[in-house]
């Protein structure tokens, strides 16, 4: 048994102890009963009283937990030697009760948000109202804006994640819950058709009851890409042309001289099917099916919308005058029946020439085609000036109320998705491309062993290839697996940026990027494929190349690599052919793996401001592409106050991340969260580009320097546990189920990029997972408090005098106030007393007290440390949402948890019963979905 003191059992926070502005959050929790009561209902029903009695006595008994009446290792004993077919249901019960609370929560959120606009409270900030306040009161002129902007792109990249395993049917379910919920937070007792919302509800919670959460097969990429592309029907479609629309009108109206985003502020991506960064399964096929399954998307949505269209314009030109253009555009169908409808005729040419389109360039044809023998259109940019025309004649006989509904929204999503719907990026590690490229050039005779080169000599080596015509290999060269692999994956890029456009795929991300020839070798590899030719005076390059910065060292040499590559003529001439834009992507996962949450925090701060002044001295635009994972540990957290946190001049109108894990659907399932969470990134992106967000002024340099030594600190305590501790790796494999998440078909792609024990090549999703799943949460807060604590003790001020020091850094700066809530947030979900039964899953007693002891001593501290820094007592002081969230539901969390101790248990003693391995999978599913950034 693993004892932890009294003070580390308890909950985190008066949070959970108090009554959370319980006027304010009483309807929310009328919320979570009602979901609660049915949920427990249709258990009663499907599996029997005596399941049911178990839920419920686990419940009952959970919450005992939390109010410190009984010892949580009673509830532990509850699942001692559980019958497995028992413990499934129970699994499975508080599994879907954390779903449905995560919809009671948004809902609350949505009547929160209604509260304060009907009390004509100012819009609160993260919204785009407040954002547009905040510009008008700065009085900034035209030439600024326009300057500012030029470019303007905010982009969220989707990618595939391994807890996010719910089936489609889950997902319908889940969004047909959350609208019966509206209704019933809007007063109503019946549906638009009569029904009743409550019986609706049932209905609903017996379909989710009798609807398997996960798949039984390990999921392939396939199911990857459907989930992602899931997203474009169930909110992107509707949400993202109208908050382009939107934002572009509201800034022209501000400033109608600067001429703002003539191209789509908001342009989505993905990385699904185009990582292939330790992933084998990445295929040329892949890349094919993913990008084609993204076209093929795009067009049915249009030929959908335009069938739709045709219906709505019925208009007669009996009754009113069309424009000479729409004349001429109806003029290619000459169907007698719709003579007098010149709108139907000129959408049915629409329709007609994409099918036509569709043909051309689609695998697979969607519905609603129409042939009529018309040309297809070559690229989007035809299609829109069509749609255009439609537009135009409307608003001459007074049918703008026509043209701004449903054509508006096509015309608009035409402009962001065009044929590509949204870009794919491809990545690979720079070791593969070192392997490949040195294959090529001894195939080819350039050199034999290029890998024994130094570093100078392999970019003389490789900048004279690129300012050459040449390629290196033949098509059919005998090759390895490997490096033909390769050259067919950007072989299908090439393919998929023909058919579909440049923006099909607009980046090649080069993982652990460590030197300019790591990014040449990459050029080498889009060279081969057609995708770059540098050897002209105008070369071109439709694919950009990001280096992805990660580890700490990586990051702190990212600007002096960024700056040797531009001075590079063959590359500085591709970066002018690109507009004079390079993309840098910074990795928050691998180095905070590396070196621990503050450090890594800091690391990138500190190269995004070096990469700003490399940037500006080259005079090019930096754009930063920021690989943030759904949990703090892994750059994770609110996005605006992230993105406020940057550094001056590291946003410049420009931003990219990366979406990962249960918050992708937590943010875009839903079009009203869809929204909100788009908002929250463009008026985090407006506020960073045009405002003085900072807020250091002059003394920016010194509070630099305070950063600087506690970062030092904190790596250093890091390393001490997890890099220098005998036995850690032992003790995080037996007390996690890190070994479970790679072996129990979880993901698409392997959990370590190598087959090592080492903790550097363990991928840092199971990382964060494993550390979530026990409640330790690790990843997102040790050693910063050792690092606060010896840098108040050590200089030449005293104690007192660093504390104010720490203190008013935390009022001031964005930055720190940030890495100090969102530190707060994950120490909150942290759970030392859940984290001691998973502790005794290790074996050897030393090795246990060894490693915990070191983790709840530095629990504690951490959380003195930000009380003392702060001056909060709470650590979710500034978090009301997630503090309702942890009171009303955590305790939920509690069966789950000993549950998959439980399982865990018996599957290591050699239990093969397939329904074991299956709960556990189902307990973590149910812990992230109710964590809600686990991975």
């Known amino acids: 048994m693993v004892e932890v003191s009294d003070t580390a059992l308890e909950p985190i926070g008066d949070v959970h102890r108090t009554k959370v502005g319980r006027d304010a959050t009483e309807p929310m929790r009328a919320d979570i009963r009602l979901l609660g009561a049915i949920l427990g209902d249709t258990v009663r ?25 009984i010892d949580r290792s009673e509830v532990s004993r509850m699942f001692e030697g559980i019958d497995i077919h028992e413990a499934i249901p129970v699994i499975r019960a508080f599994s879907h009760f954390a779903l449905l609370a995560n919809v009671a929560e948004d809902i609350h959120r949505e009547r929160r948000r209604a509260v304060h606009i009907a009390a004509g409270e100012p819009p609160q900030d993260s919204s785009l109202a407040a954002t547009y306040r905040k510009l008008e009161e700065a009085q900034l002129d035209s030439s600024t804006v326009a300057e500012a902007l030029t470019g303007a792109v905010v982009s969220p990249v989707i990618t595939a994640h391994p807890t996010e395993t719910r089936r489609r049917t889950v997902f319908v379910t889940q969004r047909r819950i959350t609208e019966l919920m509206r209704l019933h937070a809007e007063g109503h007792t019946q549906t638009d058709n009569g029904r009743s919302v409550e019986s609706e509800l049932r209905r609903q919670v017996l379909t989710l009851w009798q609807t398997a959460l996960i798949r039984l097969s390990r999921l392939q990429i396939e199911d990857e890409i459907a989930v992602g592309l899931r997203l474009y029907s169930s909110a992107f479609f509707e949400v993202l042309p109208k908050v382009n629309a939107e934002v572009r009108q509201a800034l022209r ?92 005729r000129a959408v049915r040419v629409v329709r007609s020439r994409l099918t036509a389109t569709a043909a051309a360039i689609l695998d697979e044809q969607p519905q609603h085609t129409l042939d009529l023998g018309l040309p297809a259109y070559a690229t989007p940019a035809e299609l829109r000036a069509d749609l255009d025309t439609i537009d135009a004649s ?79 290999v033949r098509a059919g060269a005998k ?179 990366t979406e990962q894990g249960e918050v992708i659907a937590a943010k875009y399932a839903e079009p009203q969260m869809a929204r909100r969470n788009l908002e929250s990134l463009l008026a985090a992106t407006l506020e960073s580009t045009l405002l003085d967000v900072e807020g250091l002024g002059d003394e920016a340099e010194p509070a630099y320097a305070v950063l600087d030594e506690v970062a030092t600190l904190a790596q250093r305590a890091y390393a001490e546990l997890v890099h220098d501790t005998p036995g850690f790796v032992e003790y995080f494999k037996a007390s996690t189920p890190v070994s479970e998440i790679g072996s129990l078909n979880i993901g698409s792609r392997p959990s370590s990029r190598k087959p090592t024990e080492s903790i550097s090549d363990l991928r840092a999703i199971p990382w964060v997972l494993a550390w979530s799943q026990s409640r330790v949460m690790l990843p997102g807060w040790y050693g910063t408090g050792t690092a606060f604590e010896q840098w108040i003790a050590a200089g030449p001020e005293s104690s007192a005098q660093r504390q104010q020091i720490l203190h008013d850094l935390y009022q001031r700066w964005p930055f720190f106030r940030s890495v100090l809530s969102n530190m707060a947030q994950v120490l909150a979900k942290s759970d030392l007393g859940l984290a001691a039964r998973y502790a005794e899953l290790v074996d050897d007693e030393a090795l246990r007290h060894r490693v915990f002891d070191k983790i709840v001593d530095e629990h504690r501290r951490t959380i003195a440390m930000y009380k003392l820094i702060t001056g909060q007592d709470d650590l979710l002081a500034d978090n009301p949402a997630l503090a309702r969230s942890v009171f009303n539901r955590f305790p939920y969390l509690e069966p789950l948890n000993h549950l998959q101790v439980e399982l865990l248990r018996r599957y290591r003693s050699g239990a093969d019963d397939e329904l074991v391995q299956r709960g556990i999978l189902l307990t973590m599913n149910g812990l992230a979905s109710a964590l809600r950034n686990s991975g």
């Not at 499907?46 to 919450?63: H, I, K, P, Y």
């Not at 720079?430 to 050039?441: F, I, K, T, Y």
Request: aromatic share 6%; glycine share 8%.
């Open 253 to 344: 109206e501000r400033w109608p001289d600067a001429a703002l985003l003539s191209q789509p502020i908001l342009q989505p991506g993905s990385w699904i099917g185009g990582d292939r960064d330790g992933n084998p399964n990445v295929t040329a096929q892949v890349v094919r099916l993913a990008t084609g399954s993204a076209a093929y998307t795009a067009l049915a949505h249009y030929l959908a919308e335009l069938t739709e269209l045709e219906q709505e314009l019925s208009m007669s030109s009996r009754l009113l005058k069309v424009t000479p253009d729409l004349d001429a555009l109806a003029e290619a169908c000459q169907e007698k029946a719709r003579a007098d409808e010149p709108y139907r």
């Open 45 to 69: 029903e499907q599996n029997g009283e005596e399941v049911f009695e178990l839920v419920e006595r686990a419940r009952v008994e959970s919450f005992r937990v939390r109010r410190s009446e």
């Open 479 to 657: 090759l390895s697996d490997l490096a033909r692999s390769e050259l067919d994956i950007v072989t299908a890029a090439a393919h998929a940026v023909k058919r579909y456009g440049p923006a099909a795929v607009p980046n090649y991300v080069i993982s652990m990027c460590r030197s300019v020839s790591d990014v040449l070798e990459a050029a080498i590899l889009l060279k081969e494929a057609g995708l770059l030719d540098a050897s002209g005076a105008e070369p071109y390059c439709p694919v950009g190349i990001s280096p992805l910065f990660e580890t700490i060292d990586d990051l702190h040499n990212g600007a002096a690599i960024v700056q040797a590559m531009l001075d590079l003529p063959v590359y500085r001439g591709m970066i002018t052919a690109r507009g004079d834009i390079q993309e840098v992507m910074l990795g928050y996962s691998d180095s905070n793996k590396d070196g621990g949450y503050l450090a890594s925090s800091w690391a990138v701060y500190r190269a995004e401001l070096a990469l700003v002044e490399a940037a500006r001295k080259a005079g090019i635009r930096l754009r930063l592409f920021h690989g943030r994972g759904g949990t703090v540990g892994r750059g994770g957290g609110p996005s605006y106050q992230a993105i406020l946190a940057q550094p001056p001049g590291a946003v410049n109108g420009s931003l990219r991340l």
């Open 394 to 472: 409307l608003r001459t006989h007074g049918s703008a109320l026509l043209a701004d509904d449903r054509l508006a929204l096509l015309r608009e999503g035409v402009h962001i998705f065009g044929f590509h719907l949204s870009g794919l990026d491809l990545r690979q590690n720079s070791d593969v491309h070192e392997e490949v490229v040195a294959e090529l050039l001894a195939w080819s005779g350039v050199h034999p062993d290029y890998a024994s080169l130094p570093e100078d000599e392999r970019v003389e080596l490789l900048a004279a290839e690129l300012a050459t015509r040449r390629p290196l």
